[in-house]
Nanobody
């Protein structure tokens, strides 16, 4: 089992910045991907940004140029720096990790979620 612990959400005004952190712990052999998703009320959960083994990053079009994801493989942590926040960024943000065990089986884990609210 792998546990994901998130921190850093909160209430900010439009144009401000927030930094979300996520730390993975537990039975980790290898983390193939680690990133952030979000879910706004009445909407489906969507990808915000993710990092894939080898250094590849992927961003939602709506956050490109404003959000930056970084990962520390040694510490099994991922950070999402969110700048120029907009009211439409308001959502519960979930940390996600895709791991692989010693025999090649993949597992998908989620954090408990952290609320980000951006006021106009």
């Amino acid at each position: 089992q792998v546990q994901l612990v998130e921190s850093g959400g909160g209430l900010v005004q439009a144009g401000w910045s927030l930094r979300l952190s996520c730390a993975a712990s537990g039975s980790i052999f290898v983390i193939n991907a680690m990133g952030w998703y979000r879910q706004a009320p009445g909407k489906q959960r969507e990808l915000v940004a993710t990092t894939i083994s080898g250094g590849t990053t992927k961003y939602a079009d709506s956050v490109k140029g404003r959000f930056t994801i970084s990962r520390d493989n040694a510490k099994n942590t991922v950070v999402l720096q969110m700048n120029s926040l907009k009211p439409e960024d308001t959502a519960v943000y979930y940390c996600n990790a895709v791991t692989q065990n010693q025999v090649g089986v993949f597992f998908n884990y989620w954090g408990q979620g952290t609320q980000v609210t951006v006021s106009s």
